[in-house]
C-alpha cells in the first residue's frame, strides 16, 4: 500500500509539475515579457500590507494568452500579484482580462506563472449563481452586523463564514499571539457546531436516523456555499465529518483510519496540498482529536467535571498536536493558547449557532437580523476581549528556535518532558522549579521599573531595518518622526508608551522603511499635522490619505507644548523627487530636524548621505542625543557627526539586515568620537529619559 501510494502520488505531482513547467505561459514568463491573460479567478483575492501599499494577491487559472496579436488557448494556475482596488471586489468563477509582466514561480509552487499586473482588470463575465448566492449571504451578513461594535463587527462574520475582511490587524495580530486564530477561519469545528445543530433539531422534530443524515447534508452543502467552496473550505468539511463521526460513534480507529483515507484522496486531487501549512494544521489537529483527546478525557474525568475535563482535553490535544508546526513557522510557543482556548470555547458555539441564524434571517429581513446577531456579537466580543487579555499578558509567548530544528527540538523536549512526568519524584521537582521560576519572574517584574520609564523624552521604536521616533509631548500625546515599515510594529510601539493622540508626524523621505507604518501611527489616534520633505514625491499623501501634508522648509520651526522642532535641511529645495531617483538622491533629500525641550535636545538626521551631511555640518549645533543617519550605514560623514558633540548615539537598525548595517567602519568612527551608541536591533525600544543628573538611557529590551 506505501508503494501504490507513492507510485500514485508521483504520478500526480508529474503530471501536475509538468503542465505548470512547461507550455506557453511559462515560456512568457522565463522571458519575463508583458502580455495579455484571459484568466478565471479561483480564490478571494487576499490583502497584504506588509510593503506599505495594499497589495493584493489574487489566485486564477490563465485560459488564453495574447501574445503578437495571436490567442493561445492554455488551462494553467497563476498567481496575480495586482496594486489596483478594483481587484478586491472579484469574486471567484470571474472571467477577467489583465496585462501584466509574466516570471517564473519562486520554491517549489505549482504555478505556471506570477503575474504583476498593471491597472485595474476588465470583466469579461459575472460570477457563477453559486458564487453570487454565497457573497449575498455574507453581504447580508455584514449589513446585520453593522450596528455591533467594531471588534464584534470584524470577529462575528469570520467565525461563521470565514469573511474577515472587516478585523482590525492588530485584533488579528492578537488573535494569533493568543492561539485563537483558528477561531476566524471556517474550520472543521464549524461543521462540527453545524451539524450538531441540525442533529439536534432533527430529533426534536422525530426524525429518524435514515431521515435526519439527508438534512444534515444539505445543511453542509448550504454551509459550503456560503463559506464559498474553496480548497480551504473543503478541506474543513472533510476535516469535520470525520471529527464529528469519531466523536459521535466513540470509535477512535475507524477515525483515524478515515483521516488517513481523506489526506491520501486530497493530497492526490491536489498535490500542492502537500506544501499548504494550512492543511498540515487542519489534519494534526483533527489527529489530536482522535489519538490523543479521548485518553486525556478519561483520565481527567478522575479528577475534574465532565464537560470541564472533555474542554480541556480537546484544547490540549489540538494544541499540542499542531505545536510542532507552529514552532516552525513563527519561532515561538504559545504559553496563554490553552488558556485562552479554555476561556473561549464557551462563547463558541452561540456566536456561530446565533450568527448562522442572523445571516439567514438577513436574507429575508435585515432589522430582524441584526436583533438575532446582537447576542452572538455579545459572545465574539467575549472572545476578542479574551485574545487581547491574553496577547496582553507577559510572555504570552517565548521565543524558540524556529524551521525544522525548532520543530524536532521541541519534539525532543516534549519527548522528555513525558518521561520526566511518569516519575512521582521528578513530577514534584519540575512542579518545584517551575513554581520557583514563576515567582522569580513576578519578584523581578515587581521590582523593575514599568515601560515606558518615567520622565521619558524620546524613543527610538525597535520597528526593524527602518525609523520611527517619539518625542513626549504631553501627556498622552507626543510628536512621531516616520513611521516605519510596517504599521503593527509602530502601533505596538506607541501603545505601550500610551500615546492616544499625535499632534505632529514627521515623514522625512518617502522611502518604505520610513513611511510604510502610517496606518499603524494613525490606528486609534489623531494625527493634526503631517510635514514632509519639500522635494516629496507624493507617496506620503497616498499612503496617508486624509492627512494634513505640508513641506517643511528650512528654516522653520514647529512647537509641541514644550517641544520645538527646527528644520535643519534639505538646504537646496531642489525639484520634486521622482520614482526613477536612485537611493542617495532621496535619503539626500530627507529633513533633518533638531529638537528641543527642557533639559534635552537631539539631532534628527533621517538618511542623509556623505554629500547632505556635508552642506549641513557648519550649521550641527551641539546636542545631547544624535539619531545616527541612514541606520549606521558607512556613508557617514566625521565632521558632521563631530560637530553635534552627542553624547548619546542612536542605531534605528533591523536584526540581521541584508545590508550589513551598522557598517563596522562607522561603529569605529563613533567611538573614537566618544559618543556611547544604542541600537535597536540589540535593545529593542530605546528610552532617553531626564533625571535630575542630566539624561539617562533606558532600554526596553
Not at 501599499?53 to 489566485?59: E, G, T
Not at 469545528?189 to 435514515?210: E, H, K, S, T
Not at 524556529?402 to 523536549?413: E, P
Amino acid at each position: 500500500m506505501v508503494l501504490v501510494c507513492a507510485a500514485a502520488s508521483a504520478v500526480g505531482v508529474g503530471l501536475r509539475g509538468s503542465a505548470v513547467a512547461s507550455g506557453p505561459v511559462r515560456e512568457v514568463a522565463k522571458a519575463k515579457e508583458r502580455v495579455t491573460v484571459e484568466a478565471v479567478v479561483t480564490a478571494d483575492p487576499q490583502v497584504t500590507r506588509g510593503t506599505g501599499r495594499m497589495i493584493l494577491l489574487v489566485r486564477a487559472r490563465a485560459e488564453a494568452l495574447w501574445r503578437d496579436g495571436r490567442r493561445t488557448g492554455v488551462r494553467v494556475p497563476v498567481l496575480l500579484i495586482a496594486g489596483d482596488p478594483q481587484w478586491r471586489g472579484l469574486l471567484p468563477s470571474q472571467r477577467v482580462r489583465l496585462t501584466g509582466r509574466l516570471e517564473p514561480p519562486r520554491g517549489g509552487e505549482l504555478l505556471a506563472a506570477v503575474v504583476a499586473v498593471r491597472g485595474p482588470p476588465s470583466l469579461l463575465g459575472a460570477p457563477s449563481t453559486v458564487q453570487r448566492a454565497a457573497e449575498t449571504v455574507r453581504a447580508r451578513l455584514r449589513q446585520a452586523t453593522e450596528r455591533l461594535p467594531p471588534d464584534q463587527r470584524g470577529v462575528l462574520p469570520g467565525m461563521v463564514v470565514g469573511d474577515t475582511s472587516r478585523l482590525d490587524p492588530r485584533l488579528a495580530e492578537q488573535f494569533r499571539t493568543a492561539g485563537l486564530t483558528h477561531l476566524l477561519v471556517v474550520s472543521g469545528a464549524n461543521l462540527a457546531i453545524v451539524i450538531g445543530a441540525v442533529m439536534g433539531l432533527c430529533r426534536a422534530v422525530g426524525l429518524d436516523r435514515r431521515s435526519a443524515p439527508p438534512v444534515v447534508l444539505c445543511a453542509v452543502l448550504a454551509f459550503v456555499v456560503v463559506a464559498r467552496p474553496e480548497p480551504s473550505v473543503l478541506r474543513a468539511t472533510v476535516m469535520g465529518m470525520i471529527g464529528l463521526l469519531a466523536y459521535t460513534s466513540g470509535r477512535q480507529r475507524q477515525g483515524v483510519s478515515a483521516l488517513s483515507a481523506a489526506v491520501l484522496v486530497l493530497v492526490l486531487i491536489d498535490p500542492a496540498l502537500a506544501r499548504s501549512y494550512g492543511f498540515i494544521l487542519s489534519v494534526l489537529a483533527t489527529a489530536g482529536l482522535l489519538v490523543l483527546a479521548p485518553g486525556w478525557r478519561d483520565r481527567l474525568r478522575r479528577r475534574l467535571p465532565g464537560p470541564l475535563a472533555d474542554a480541556v482535553a480537546v484544547a490540549a490535544a489540538a494544541q499540542i498536536a499542531v505545536a510542532p508546526v507552529l514552532v516552525m513557522l513563527s519561532g515561538e510557543i504559545g504559553i496563554v493558547a490553552l488558556a485562552a482556548n479554555l476561556l473561549a470555547a464557551p462563547a463558541v458555539a452561540p456566536a456561530t449557532l446565533l450568527g448562522a441564524l442572523g445571516a439567514l434571517t438577513a436574507l429575508v429581513t435585515v432589522p430582524v437580523a441584526q436583533f438575532v446577531v446582537w447576542p452572538a456579537g455579545l459572545a465574539a466580543g467575549w472572545i476578542a476581549g479574551i485574545a487581547r487579555l491574553a496577547a496582553a499578558l507577559p510572555y504570552a509567548t517565548v521565543p524558540w528556535k524556529n524551521g525544522g530544528l525548532g520543530a524536532l527540538s521541541l519534539l525532543v523536549a516534549g519527548a522528555i518532558a513525558v518521561l520526566a512526568l511518569r516519575s512521582r519524584r521528578v513530577r514534584l521537582v519540575m512542579a518545584a522549579a517551575l513554581a520557583g521560576v514563576l515567582i522569580g519572574v513576578i519578584a523581578l517584574r515587581a521590582i523593575m521599573r514599568g515601560w515606558p520609564p518615567p520622565s521619558w523624552a524620546m524613543v527610538a521604536c525597535d520597528v526593524g531595518q527602518g525609523d520611527a521616533l517619539v518625542l513626549a509631548a504631553g501627556p498622552g500625546r507626543a510628536v512621531v518622526v516616520d513611521a516605519g515599515p510596517d504599521p503593527r510594529t509602530v502601533d505596538a510601539c506607541l501603545d505601550r508608551l500610551d500615546v492616544r493622540e499625535v499632534p505632529l508626524l514627521v515623514l522625512t523621505h518617502p522611502h518604505a522603511d520610513h513611511i510604510d507604518g502610517i496606518a499603524g501611527v494613525r490606528q486609534g489616534r489623531a494625527v493634526r499635522t503631517t510635514l514632509t520633505t519639500p522635494r516629496s514625491s507624493g507617496r506620503e499623501a497616498r499612503l496617508g490619505r486624509g492627512l494634513d501634508i505640508r513641506a517643511a522648509l528650512p528654516g522653520q520651526r514647529w512647537n509641541v507644548a514644550d517641544l520645538t522642532l527646527s528644520v535643519l535641511g534639505p538646504l537646496s529645495v531642489g525639484p520634486h523627487l521622482a520614482g526613477t531617483d536612485d537611493g542617495s538622491t532621496i535619503n539626500n533629500a530627507s529633513l533633518v530636524l533638531v529638537a528641543r525641550s527642557p533639559g534635552f535636545s537631539a539631532l534628527l538626521a533621517a538618511d542623509v548621505e556623505l554629500e547632505a551631511q556635508r552642506s549641513l555640518a557648519s550649521l550641527v549645533p551641539p546636542v545631547q542625543v544624535l539619531k545616527i543617519p541612514h541606520h549606521g550605514s558607512r556613508s557617514q560623514d566625521r565632521a558632521f557627526l563631530a560637530a553635534a558633540r552627542a553624547p548619546i548615539s542612536l542605531i534605528s537598525v533591523g536584526k540581521d539586515n541584508d545590508y550589513g548595517h551598522p557598517s563596522p567602519a562607522t561603529l569605529s568612527l563613533l567611538q573614537g568620537l566618544g559618543t556611547r551608541v544604542y541600537r535597536t536591533d540589540k535593545a529593542g525600544d530605546i528610552a532617553v529619559t531626564r533625571t535630575a543628573a542630566g539624561l539617562a538611557v533606558v532600554q526596553r529590551g
